[in-house]
T-cell receptor, first 113, second 110 residues
Framework: DSGVTQTPKHLITATGQRVTLRCSPR?????VYWYQQSLDQGLQFLIQ???????AKGNILERFSAQQFPDLHSELNLSSLELGDSALYFC????????????FGPGTRLTVL | EDQVTQSPEALRLQEGESSSLNCSYT??????LFWYRQDPGKGPEFLFT???AGEEKEKERLKATLTKKESFLHITAPKPEDSATYLC???????????FGQGTTLQVKP
């Protein structure tokens, strides 16, 4: 158990819908990261927050957005869902902003029908 | 373009048969190289961090090494429970972004 929690574990929804994925970092960690893992693309970095501020962005779609709240938990919002958005979404956390080990949560499996 | 390539894609070993997994990278400024283990449907589990060429880290049957262009994960006398996908990732620049390779899926048969 890494100490990072994610909810829900599974999410099944329809195209065009909007969902919210939630992540609680390890105690004391200030940095939160979101990654997407699909069969053909592997693990892809989406976005990083550090102490509530956005710090880095990967190839995150405009339909996707995220935020980190004052209690340091984070939410990833996915809207206008498409079939291709079906994937595992992982959250990771670390204490420092850079040069630090990232610990991953168990993931949320999103299925878009 | 920053890139991480892992080889082989898949590896089948007999229990006790030692081998190595390779991770080669091309990044403009390496900040750190990370090895993770991932079981099917689970989150990546941290194994090692290497920061500079020549560095080595060991944990049970696993040993990770780093050169200026690649890293190796050596598995000594593997057991069936070592079966998993092993992921290599690099961190570069001034962000926490990790660039992952496609992974090596290891199967150890008893």
């Amino acid at each position: 158990d890494s100490g990072v929690t994610q909810t829900p574990k599974h999410l099944i929804t329809a195209t065009g819908q909007r969902v919210t994925l939630r992540c609680s970092p390890r105690s004391g960690d200030l940095s939160v990261y979101w990654y997407q893992q699909s069969l053909d693309q592997g693990l892809q970095f989406l976005i990083q927050y550090y102490n509530g501020e956005e710090r880095a962005k990967g190839n995150i779609l405009e339909r996707f957005s995220a935020q980190q709240f004052p209690d340091l938990h984070s939410e990833l919002n996915l809207s206008s869902l498409e079939l291709g958005d079906s994937a595992l979404y992982f959250c990771a956390s670390s204490k420092r902003e850079i040069l630090d080990t990232q610990y991953f949560g168990p993931g949320t499996r999103l299925t878009v029908l | 373009e920053d890139q991480v390539t892992q080889s082989p894609e898949a590896l089948r070993l007999q229990e006790g048969e030692s081998s190595s997994l390779n991770c080669s990278y091309t990044v403009s400024g390496l900040r750190g190289l990370f090895w993770y283990r991932q079981d099917p449907g689970k989150g990546p589990e941290f194994l090692f961090t290497l920061y500079s060429a020549g560095e080595e880290k060991e944990k049970e049957r696993l040993k990770a090494t780093l050169t200026k262009k690649e890293s190796f994960l050596h598995i000594t006398a593997p057991k069936p429970e070592d079966s998993a996908t092993y992921l290599c990732a690099v961190q570069e620049g001034n962000t926490g972004k990790l660039i992952f390779g496609q992974g090596t899926t290891l199967q150890v048969k008893p």
